[in-house]
């Protein structure tokens, strides 16, 4: 390695210098050793990603740029030049960049060398045969890197030599085809005109037949003509290319260039050339008539027809407003119009989007000429196919148009809408349409008919795109266009009413009437949506709405002008009346949401008053009271409390409304229904909500007959697509032709299956007559029967066969028509799902919505059975959108459901129950997801609210037990539930439930996880079915998992989370209690680091009292499981639960103990028992006085050296039922102890408690050899329990202890042994546990 760093710095040695030398290998071998990175470089070139492609070249470059003068530039330079004839094309374009990039960076390297490397390396003399096309590509690939690099221009000698080299290869057609002349028309497009003076002689003949032979020798000589066109005129002469000789020419040389670009689908530039020379020339009629329109059309050559089209979108920003109407009346747009036609189908190519760009373009471009702009458009516009246009109804570049333009371009459409001229259109027809259709239908009337369709729905289309520039008065003239002309006629013109003064040229038949109707309730969804009350749009902040009704009413006043198609009845004048009385007493509550929400329901259903006068005029009716109940204040006194208690309220009456707008197939009303729905869904009721539940729900649905009636326009869809269509379906007549006779074989199929047992007695007892018609039984049946009986029984098998027929029929036509019944039925569904969508979201909080769980899930379930057609799949996709999306992951859920929990509970129990007995597992997913929801619900619900009296009060407890609120669920009643779901999903092979579902339960609510697996571990059976170490590492696994959750103890803000830490701190001691228990070999010094860590935060937030209620309760759990860890809970800790103050206290503190003014007796009570304590406490005699002081200070060194015998002796351990050391499994040491100086801390079992027998047995070996057996034991054991400091003599203090405890002993008088016992029985009394 040390060899090759050095090789790597050493200097590479020029290429002159390698030259000299004449040892290439040796040069090779050095680059080798030098970078192999810089070899990667070249197979990085050849790559098909082009990023990886660029970024080599960069590299490449950057590389070479250190050595500029290196052998790498000689080597890169061979690489590049051998990569442009390697064998695969795709990487020759790749090294041709390459190449490019490198000579363009490094502009010393002369492009003569690269050029005569380029002939040397590929030899077309020498080269073999199998070689000769990649040796071809090398020498065309090369001239285009030199013209890439932008420095062939300007070394003419180089260009030379690349031009030569480019008419070399133009001689190899087979294998080039026309690339060199196109690299070469490319390289002289860029060199100077004193360049292209010198160059032209010797790259065009001076034969006009060779120049019009190819689309390259063509675009050179355009070239010479467009640059230095003195000197062409020189070498050819004078030239006219589009004089009668030369046209038949040009169409083989356009035709040539269409074929050339057919993969590509562009225009050949030289097309586009001749366009501009025509233009030049003035001489653009005879090329556009005799080149494209006689000549290249007429070839039937489809390469040809969309080179003229491209030529007709490039050619309209060079036109004059004369020429483009030349243009767009000629054979080539009506070639266009045919071509949209016969397009439509899915494998055909269309043009359309093509040239709406070409129109886009050219409509942005020349925004200033409006006249221009407007021709265009009307131009495309007149190009129909029996009076129908072919261009869409919506048309995106109609944006581009100036509001000049627009405006012109709307008065058009009106007028032609009024008055057709159908000669002023270029109209054809298909050769199917001339080869099937009837002459019958090539009538006038049709035409206008097709043309008025497409003339409203394209105005309806400008003021529904919303990207169009338009203004204010032409929106209200189209709306009151249709308005007009949908239901007004006129009777007699008046300047007051525009659009009375508009006459017609053919009479509006009632179908189209109806398309304009269809049209203008579009047009009123998208004023709806899109001009809602902006202001700038409608005066005064109106709705158009508004307007539209106040135009209506004007024209009903004008009964002398104007006149309705359908007169009103006197109620339905009344009706309108009132509806409009009803509005300005909304005007006065415009304030409220819920008034503007009734206002448009109220508009919308006046305006279709002339629409369906009838149940309009109902509907208005019920608004109307609806309206007037919802506004008022307060209920009405006058009517008696039965009538009040018969009537529905208005928020059920409004419903039914809403549910009969939303049986009309009209996309406004649904828009409509779901708008209001959403203002009065706050005032919902549970019958309310139960009648929209009804529809949901299928038996109801199917079984009774409910009042909304579907509507259905399936037939006057037919009748209204039926002339748009007419072109399709004569198309598809061959087809359909062929499919009759399998539809006939199909009938007779079903004609079999429709014979029942009563038909075939009926055919039985007619045959039978027949015979005994004819006379006596014989063998021969033929010769008896008569012609009278032949007849006969002809005559009646006929009309037998015949009513079977009538049966059959009926019985196809009764299921059709429950056919058709189920899919309106299934439409219906899926709009009165928009209402239930509309009440969870924004009434998710509603106690109503938990009612929606069970119907949501009932409509899955049978969707699911039932989703085979795409109805089916829409009415399911859309319920579980709702319910997962919109209900069960909502953000808010319902707070009050005090009154409902046990419903609810049993409701849980209910959904799992039915989510293990379902066949599917994605439905038993609902059905738990509906479960964790409740959970949700019922986890977020306090348990009780306790009424309270005065706000002070309330205030006062709000904040007392605001954080002591439980929620209402039961845990273990639910815990039960899922552990039963559990059970079944282990043991039943066949089970619904999947794992995902608990996992989802878990880790939504960890606390249930802990209770079941804390239950699951407390069972017996668990045990024997796991080996010990699959055991023990299940354990492991548990308490790692637990160790993880007690990370964050004590840091609880909500209920939830309290929780979690109760449940966990539970499972930690059932894990520790099963490792004791069953001696596991368990490391335990993580969760007992873990939990000594977190005890100072959970004493100090336990002694503040800022804690959640049950945090007393997780205080004790943590010290149940430290004792299973060997770690007892301190006394200190228990003395302060109950300290008591003492007589040395200052007045502050006794203050703070006080609760309240007691009597003295009291007070001497409580200090009796401490008196007795100090007494006890005291080691002298029980007659000796001292002062207050000196006795303080001996007590305090009493209570130190009696808790540091305590602790080194292990009393709390020898009282407490759990075991004394700790539970770390047999192989883990023990915890070590507590330093005496530092009570306040966890005390320590002692580090070698087995060892205590012991000692005990010597002290009494000892006792017994002295003689003194009792009291020299009970002096020994008190010397034991001593610090070892000072058994040492470095402290005189227990040599004191020892002789004043030999004293008393030897006195008779065990004080310091009964005071020990006393502490005990004292503590004892207070219940002071460890």
């Known amino acids: 390695m040390a060899e090759m760093e050095s090789q790597d710095v050493a200097e590479p040695v020029s290429p002159g210098e390698a030259t000299k030398s004449g040892a290439p290998p040796a040069d090779r071998h050095g680059l080798l050793q030098h970078s192999r990175e810089f070899l990667d470089f070249f197979w990085d070139i050849a790559k098909p990603e082009q990023e990886t492609r660029l970024e080599a070249t960069e590299k490449l470059l950057e590389y070479l740029r250190t050595r500029p003068k290196g052998s790498e530039m000689k080597y890169a330079l061979m690489r590049l030049i051998t990569g442009l004839g390697v064998g695969r094309e795709t990487a020759r374009p790749c090294y041709s960049l390459a190449l490019a990039q490198l000579l363009q960076s490094f502009e010393d390297i002369p492009l003569c060398s690269i050029l005569e490397q380029i002939k040397e390396k590929y030899n077309l003399q020498k080269v073999k045969k199998a070689m000769v096309r990649p040796a071809l590509f090398a020498h065309l690939f090369g001239v285009l890197a030199l013209f890439q690099s932008g420095r062939l221009v300007k070394d003419q000698e180089a260009l030379m030599k690349s031009v030569k080299l480019l008419q070399v290869l133009t001689q190899h057609h087979n294998h080039l085809q026309e690339q060199p002349q196109k690299a070469l028309v490319d390289i002289l497009s860029e060199v100077p005109e004193a360049t292209l003076k010198d160059i032209l002689p010797k790259v065009l003949k001076s034969d006009l037949g060779v120049v019009l032979s190819s689309p390259e020798y063509l675009e050179l000589f355009l070239l010479a003509q467009q640059k230095v066109p003195a000197k062409l005129e020189k070498l050819l002469g004078s030239v006219d290319l589009f004089s009668d000789e030369n046209i038949p020419r040009l169409v083989n040389v356009l035709k040539m260039a269409a074929a050339s670009v057919k993969k590509e689908r562009k225009l050949p530039a030289v097309a586009l050339d001749l366009l501009r020379l025509a233009l030049q020339e003035n001489k653009f009629p005879r090329f ?53 036609v016969t397009s439509k189908a899915p494998d055909r190519f269309k043009f359309a989007p093509e040239m709406d760009e070409y129109v886009g373009t050219f409509l942005e471009g020349c925004k200033t000429d409006p006249e221009r702009q407007l021709a265009v458009l009307v131009a495309f516009s007149s190009i129909t196919n029996q009076g129908h246009p072919v261009v869409p109804t919506f048309w995106r570049v109609v944006q581009f148009l100036s509001p000049c333009a627009l405006k012109d371009y709307v008065a058009w459409l009106r007028d032609m809408f009024l008055q057709p001229n159908l000669d002023s259109l270029v109209d054809f027809s298909t050769s199917n349409q001339k080869k099937n259709q009837d002459a019958s239908l090539h009538v006038p009337e049709r035409a206008v008919f097709r043309l008025r369709k497409w003339i409203i729905l394209r105005l309806v289309s400008i003021v529904e795109n919303s990207q169009v520039e338009k203004e204010e008065a032409l929106v209200e003239e189209v709306a009151r266009f249709c308005l007009f002309h949908s239901f007004f006629e006129t009777k007699k013109p008046t300047s007051q009413i525009p659009e009375t003064e508009q006459r017609l040229s053919f009479p509006l038949e009632s179908r189209t009437r109806e398309v304009v109707c269809s049209a203008f309730f579009s047009l009123l969804q998208a004023l709806s949506t899109q001009f809602r009350q902006v202001p700038g749009q409608t005066p005064g902040g109106q709705p158009w709405t508004y307007r539209l009704v ?121 828009q409509v229904a779901r708008s209001v729905f959403g203002h009065i869904c706050s005032h919902l009721t549970p019958r309310a909500l139960q009648l929209i539940l009804d529809v949901l729900n299928p038996d109801k649905s199917q079984d009774e007959d409910d009042n909304v009636v579907v509507m259905d326009d399936s037939d006057d869809k037919q009748n209204k697509s039926k002339d748009d269509s007419d072109s399709e379906e004569e198309e598809k007549e061959k087809e359909e032709e062929e499919e009759s006779d399998d539809e006939e074989e199909s009938d007779e199929e079903d004609r079999d299956k429709d014979v029942d047992q009563g038909f075939r007695e009926q055919l039985m007892a007619v045959l039978q007559a027949g015979k005994a018609l004819g006379g006596v039984d014989s063998e021969d049946e033929e010769e008896e029967l008569g012609d009278e009986a032949m007849m006969a029984l002809d005559q009646n098998l006929a009309s037998l066969f015949a009513e079977q027929k009538l049966r059959i029929q009926a019985k196809k036509d009764e299921k059709s028509k429950l056919q058709k019944e189920k899919v309106l039925r299934r439409d219906f569904q899926i709009r009165v799902l928009d209402l239930v969508e509309v009440l969870v979201t924004k009434q998710p909080e509603n106690s109503l919505v938990l009612e929606l769980l069970e119907p949501l899930l009932t409509v899955i379930r049978r969707s699911m059975r039932t989703s085979s057609s795409k109805q089916e799949q829409d009415l399911l996709h859309k319920t579980a959108r709702i319910f997962t999306h919109h209900l069960c992951r909502a953000r808010h859920y319902c707070h009050d459901v005090s009154n409902h929990v046990e419903a609810l509970h049993t409701q849980v129990e209910r959904l799992v129950q039915q989510a293990s007995r379902q066949a599917d597992s994605s439905v038993a997913l609902y059905y738990f997801n509906a479960t964790l929801y409740l959970l949700r619900v019922l ?212 203050k703070r103990k006080k609760k309240g003014f007691l009597p003295e007796t009291k007070k001497r009570k409580k200090r009796k028992p401490e008196d007795a304590t100090e007494q006890d406490a005291k080691p002298a005699t029980p007659g000796e006085k001292q002062p207050p002081s000196s006795g303080k200070k001996k007590r305090h060194r009493r209570k130190a050296a009696a808790s540091a015998q305590s602790q080194v002796n292990g009393k709390p351990a020898a009282k407490s039922s759990a075991p004394n050391t700790p539970i770390t ?81 030897a006195d008779g008088s065990p004080s310091l042994l009964r005071s020990g016992a006393k502490r005990k029985k004292v503590q004892l009394k207070k219940g002071v546990q460890p």
């Open 288 to 340: 556009w008539n005799e080149v494209l329109e006689q000549g290249l059309l007429k070839k039937q050559f489809l390469p040809a027809s969309f080179l003229c089209f491209r030529l007709l979108g490039a050619a309209l920003p060079l036109l004059s407003k004369k020429q483009l109407q030349l243009v767009m009346r000629g054979d080539v747009i009506h070639h266009y119009g045919e071509h949209l």
């Open 939 to 1150: 986890k977020g619900n306090p348990a009780d609210a306790l009424p309270l009296k005065t706000p002070k009060k309330q205030k006062a407890s709000a904040k007392a037990k605001a954080p002591q609120a439980t929620s209402c669920l039961d845990l273990k009643r639910v815990t039960m539930v899922y552990s039963s779901a559990l059970s079944s999903f282990l043991t039943k092979r066949n089970s619904p439930l999947t794992v995902p579902m608990f996992l989802s339960l878990f880790c939504r609510h960890p606390a249930q996880a802990c209770l079941l697996l804390q239950k699951a571990l407390s069972m017996g059976e668990l045990r024997p079915c796991f080996e010990h170490s699959e055991w023990e590492q299940l354990i492991g696994q548990v308490l790692a998992k637990v160790t993880e959750n007690l990370r964050t103890l004590g840091k609880a803000q909500t209920k939830s989370e309290q929780q979690r830490e109760l449940s966990s701190l539970e499972l930690l001691i059932t894990v520790l209690k099963t490792i004791h228990l069953q001696k596991l070999t368990l490391d335990l010094t993580t969760i007992l680091g873990l939990l000594q860590g977190l005890q100072p935060s959970l004493q100090q937030s336990l002694q503040q009292g800022a804690h959640l209620a049950g945090s007393s309760r997780l205080y004790d759990l943590y010290w149940q499981a430290m004792k299973f860890l060997g770690v007892q809970r301190p006394k200190s800790e228990k003395k302060d639960a109950k300290k008591i103050p003492s007589d040395t206290q200052s007045p502050v503190s006794m």
């Open 1225 to 1305: 499994g047999p192989s883990t040491s023990a915890t070590p102890t507590a330093s005496p100086s530092t009570p306040a801390t966890p005390t320590a079992s002692p580090s070698s408690p087995a060892k205590t027998p012991k000692l005990r047995k010597k002290h009494q070996k000892l006792s017994q050899m002295n003689g003194t057996a009792r009291t020299e034991s009970a002096g020994k054991k008190l010397q034991k329990s001593l610090p070892k400091k000072g058994a040492s003599g470095k402290s005189p203090q227990p040599t004191l202890l020892q002789k004043k405890a030999r004293l008393s002993l």
């Open 550 to 670: 106040q135009f209506t009413d004007m024209l009903l006043n004008h009964n002398r002008n104007v006149t309705t198609t359908t007169p009103f009845t006197a109620q339905q004048r009344q009706a309108w009346d009132r509806m409009l009385q009803t509005l300005k007493e909304l005007e006065a509550h415009s304030t409220e949401v819920k008034a503007t929400a009734f206002q448009h329901l109220l508009l919308l259903v006046g305006i279709h008053l002339f629409k369906s006068p009838a149940e309009s005029c109902d509907l208005l009716g019920d608004i109307q009271t609806c309206i007037e109940k919802s506004l008022e204040g307060k209920p009405r006194r006058t009517r008696s409390k039965a009538v009040d208690s018969q009537e529905p309220p208005w928020v059920e009456v409004l419903v039914e409304i809403l549910l009969a707008l939303l049986a009309q197939p009209s996309h406004l009303m649904r």
